[in-house]
């Protein structure tokens, strides 16, 4: 799984940026929302 992200991040550098960043302001706002849902 490491290596999928290390190969995958390095083919799709941009779009993982800014999905990572889409994900992280989900969970925020999911946090706020719904702090059940968190891990």
């Known amino acids: ?3 999928y992200h290390l ?4 083919t799709n550098n941009k779009f993982n940026k800014g999905f990572s960043i889409w ?5 925020q706002s999911s ?9």
């Open 7 to 10: 190969f995958h991040g390095s």
């Open 23 to 27: 994900k992280f302001a989900l969970v």
């Open 31 to 39: 946090a706020i929302t719904f702090p059940s849902q968190i891990y």
């Open 1 to 3: 799984m490491g290596d």
